[in-house]
């Protein structure tokens, strides 16, 4: 099986920095692409960032400028710098990767349990 572990959520004040990571381990054969979601109260989940295996990168609007995404395949590592935070930004962020478990031919997908983001104003 494969486990999504998130880290780096908090509480930060408007305009400051937080730096999500998440860290894939387990039965894994190959990480395809891997994102970060997030999902605010009474609301849907969205997609944030996305990075493919070869490094094709696309992010909401609405982080645009002020998010990098970034991955570290020798350590099954995303990572989510997220920089000039808005109260806006507050949600459960979520880590999610497309992962094909050794024995496979086809990848899954596989979330994180989730790290909370608070921005104060």
């Known amino acids: 099986q494969v486990q999504l572990v998130e880290s780096g959520g908090g509480l930060v004040q408007a305009g400051g920095s937080l730096r999500l990571s998440c860290a894939a381990s387990?039965?894994?054969?190959?990480?395809?692409?891997m994102g970060w979601y997030r999902q605010a109260p009474g609301k849907q989940r969205e997609l944030v960032a996305h990075?493919?295996?070869?490094?094709?990168?696309a992010y909401a609007d609405s982080v645009k400028g002020r998010f990098t995404i970034s991955r570290d395949n020798a350590k099954n590592t995303v990572y989510l710098q997220m920089n000039s935070l808005k109260p806006e930004d507050t949600a459960v962020y979520y880590c999610?990767?497309?992962?094909?478990?050794?024995?496979?031919?086809?990848?899954?997908?596989?979330w994180g349990q989730g790290t909370q983001v608070t921005v104060s104003s």
């Open positions: 999610n990767g497309a992962i094909t478990i050794q024995g496979n031919l086809v990848p899954y997908n596989y």
């Open positions: 387990g039965s894994i054969f190959r990480i395809n692409a």
């Open positions: 990075i493919s295996s070869g490094g094709s990168i």
